[in-house]
Structure formats: C-alpha cells, structure tokens
C-alpha cells in the first residue's frame, strides 16, 4: 500500500512563490509516475504536472507551464511542486497522486493523498 502525504500549503500574495512536497511511503517509488492534481471549490479535479518513475519526463498543464516545476527524489520518495508567480486563480486544494494509467486523468490514478490548501490573494 502506498500512502502520500502532502506538505507546504498556504497563503501567498499574486506573484509569490509557494514549495509543495508530497512524501510516499511504500519500497516501489521509484517504479511509478507521480501526479500533481488541484480542485477548487465546485470544479472538478484537474491535472496540474506529472513526473515519470525515474524523473527524466514531465508534462504539465497549459496553465501553469513555464511557472510550475515539478521533480522528484527517489533516494528520499518525495516529489515536488515548485510554484511561482503565483496567481489568484491558482487558488485550490492541491493533491498528489500516484500510479496512474492515463496521468492527465485523476480517475486512473491508484493511490492520494489528503490535500494541501494552497490560497492566493490578489
């Protein structure tokens, strides 16, 4: 079983820079792609960045490319999501996830954790 446990959530004004770390237990971390997703309040849930098993792929959404970074470190089964320039619309609940089938679809992803606030204000 694996659990996931995000960390780094807050408050930041528009164009402020936030860090989430997401820690897994479980042996095989380094054998599946990790996910960052967001949901806000009466949206559904939407694919933010994902990293392949070893680190060497990522993909993100239109959105937030060229100011989301997402990489991991297997030696210590975190992956990360370096956010800047943040903006109000960024606002959500942010989760990683882990094992998908299809990683820019929630749904097939095995494995969540409970979710950081993250809140931008203008």
């Known amino acids: 079983q694996v659990q996931l446990v995000e960390s780094g959530g807050g408050l930041v004004q528009a164009g402020g820079s936030l860090r989430l770390s997401c820690a897994a237990s479980?042996?095989?971390?380094?054998?599946?792609?990790m996910g960052w997703f967001r949901q806000a309040p009466g949206k559904e849930r939407e694919f933010v960045a994902v990293?392949?098993?070893?680190?060497?792929?990522?993909d993100y959404a239109d959105s937030v490319k060229g100011r989301f970074t997402i990489s991991r470190d297997n030696s210590k089964n975190t992956v990360d999501l370096q956010m800047n320039n943040l903006k109000p619309e960024d606002t959500a609940v942010y989760y990683c996830?882990?094992?998908?089938?299809?990683?820019?679809?929630?749904?097939?992803?095995?494995?969540w954790g409970q979710g950081t606030q993250v809140t931008v204000s203008s």
């Open positions: 479980g042996r095989t971390f380094s054998s599946y792609a």
């Open positions: 996830a882990a094992y998908p089938s299809d990683y820019r679809d929630y749904k097939t992803y095995k494995h």
């Open positions: 990293v392949s098993n070893s680190g060497g792929i990522t």
